[in-house]
């Protein structure tokens, strides 16, 4: 009994009763009170430790979900930023590119202003690769254009036949005096418009032969214009060219899939409108005899 009192000398009130009823009150009372000692330890461990430290990691949580909230908003931002500077800045070159591929047509420039010309076309060209490549932007075909073979066609100065008539829907006046300035030099007639509204009323009233409309415009765009153009059994049939600075192939198949003949990305190059001008119009080329040294 002497190693029973021992361990209740932490309760001095149990040494005044026998030996038989210490026994008999030490044991299921140790059993119990080291039973509430432990679920006791444990609420105070909860409490102080444990407690704090999933508060703690609830506030983490949100904070990751916060700096995840917000680094998806900072990446969706910059994608649209680039979704709209991308064409800006297309558009710009396509003027730039356009009118440096008429002036390289031009029978009149000598050979030093032959040579400036090309310059300026394959630095605006370059630019325009490098605008695809820093801007991570889906390429069209302009990364399958070789430099070399760009100009095979620029001998041609007409074409044979009757004079076929086109509209160009634009709400860029630049882009729309560039090609017009390009089509007339192959000598068709042409008309523009600044937007998809004005649009239908000049393919009423001039009766083009072909269409060659941007996508982006303000009051009636180009999509809804051709919509609404294949409406009449008149025009049902009316080759529509669909010209945009988006090289999105989604952007591509939603022009086709909502009336469009054609798809040609901006900046337009010259060879690959000849190439649909003459699949849509049946043309013969008419070529400049070259001069024989």
Request: aromatic content about 6%; some cysteine; proline content about 4%.
């Amino acid at each position: 009994m002497k190693k029973i009192s021992s361990i209740l000398t932490i309760f001095p009130l149990l040494d005044v009763l026998p030996d038989h009823f210490q026994i008999l009150i030490t044991y299921p009372a140790l059993l119990i009170l080291s039973t509430v000692l432990c679920i006791a330890l444990a609420l105070v461990y909860r409490i102080n430790i444990i407690k704090p430290l999933e508060k703690r990691l609830e506030e983490l949580t949100a904070e990751r979900s916060q700096a995840k909230l917000v680094a998806e908003a900072a990446n969706q931002a910059k994608s649209q930023l680039i979704a709209n500077l991308s064409p800006e800045l297309k558009t710009s070159l396509n003027t730039i590119l356009a009118s440096a591929q008429i002036l390289q047509r031009d029978p009149n420039l000598n050979s030093k202003q032959k040579e400036s010309v090309d310059v300026i076309y394959n630095c605006g060209f370059n630019l325009l690769l490098l605008i695809d490549e820093k801007l991570d932007i889906s390429k069209s075909k302009i990364d399958q254009i070789e430099l070399d073979a760009i100009f095979e066609n620029k001998n041609i100065i007409g074409f044979s036949g009757d004079k076929w008539k086109i509209l160009v829907v634009d709400d860029s006046s630049e882009n729309r005096l560039v090609l017009k300035n390009l089509l007339e030099l192959w000598g068709f007639t042409v008309e523009e418009a600044n937007n998809g509204q004005e649009g239908l009323e000049k393919i009423k009233a001039f009766q083009p032969d072909l269409v060659i409309t941007d996508l982006i415009m303000p009051i009636l765009d180009g999509l809804e214009m051709v919509k609404q153009l294949r409406l009449s059994p008149e025009y049902h049939d009316l080759p529509v060219i669909a010209a945009s600075g988006s090289a999105s192939n989604q952007d591509q198949k939603l022009a086709l899939e909502n009336g469009c003949s054609d798809w040609i990305p901006k900046p337009i190059q010259v060879d690959e409108l000849l190439q649909k001008l003459q699949t849509y119009l049946q043309l013969i080329w008419i070529y400049a005899e070259e001069d024989i040294v």
